[in-house]
């Protein structure tokens, strides 16, 4: 089956810097490769994804890429700020099976 | 659109007792998702169904939890018996996978369960 690795667990910057997680996958089936934000006590939100088709995509601040051929894709964010602060979590998906990346702590400093 | 609805949204139980956590997916959803996330395991994927039938069981982790969706609007985990190890965060998820295509999944707020 799928199998999602995430790196770094844990991730600190000053606020205005940039922050980059990373993923890799194992299933090159997979077509779809969303990232979720969860903030304490809530569920997860999903805040961008990015198809198999699509090798990069743009949110305003975030952004993700995608190299099929390696299997991995990354999530951006710039101008990080205080409220960027939460666990993401990156995820590969085949269809109705999705697994998770073991998630980022992302802790932004004012 | 409400959004994902779990509830309760906490429940503590004593071992041996029975445990039923309540989902209702977003209307127009047509796949439900049954997640369990604890410090140790991450999210783990349990259960999921298209319209209304189940689909892949396997993350069932034992004969004790049981999934069940009689309709397009509700579905329900339940563990029977309970034991302490089943203590985890309880999110239910729902797409429209058959007609996007592709896996967009909303999570509702979760139900977190302590068993003593």
């Known amino acids: 089956g799928e199998n999602v690795e995430q790196h770094p667990s844990t991730l600190s910057v000053q606020e205005g810097d940039s922050a980059v997680i990373k993923c890799t996958y194992s299933?090159?089936?997979?077509?779809?490769f969303p990232w979720y934000k969860q903030e304490l006590g809530k569920g997860p939100q999903l805040i961008i994804d990015?198809?198999?088709?699509?090798g990069e995509k743009k949110d305003q601040r975030i952004a993700v890429t995608l190299n099929k051929t390696a299997k991995h894709f990354s999530l951006h964010i710039t101008e990080t700020q205080p409220e960027d602060s939460a666990v993401y979590f990156c995820?590969?998906?085949?269809?109705?099976?999705?697994?998770f990346g073991a998630g980022t702590r992302l802790t932004v400093k004012p | 659109d409400a959004g994902v609805i779990q509830s309760p949204r906490h429940e503590v139980t004593e071992m041996g007792q029975e445990v039923t956590l309540r989902c209702k997916p977003i209307?127009?959803?047509?796949?439900l998702f049954w997640y369990r996330q604890t410090m140790m395991r991450g999210l783990e994927l349990l259960i999921y169904?298209?319209?209304?039938?189940?689909?892949?069981d396997s993350g069932m982790p034992e004969d004790r939890f049981s999934a069940k969706m009689p309709n397009a609007s509700f579905s329900t985990l339940k563990i029977q018996p309970s034991e302490p190890r089943d203590s985890a965060v309880y999110f239910c998820?729902?797409?429209?996978?058959?007609?996007?295509?592709?896996?967009?999944?909303?999570f509702g707020p979760g139900t977190r369960l302590t068993v003593l």
């Open positions: 990015i198809r198999s088709n699509v």
């Open positions: 169904f298209n319209n209304n039938v189940p689909i892949d």
């Open positions: 299933d090159s089936a997979s077509n779809y």
């Open positions: 998820a729902s797409s429209s996978l058959s007609t996007s295509g592709y896996n967009e999944q909303f």
């Open positions: 209307s127009g959803h047509d796949y």
């Open positions: 995820a590969a998906s085949m269809f109705g099976d999705m697994r």
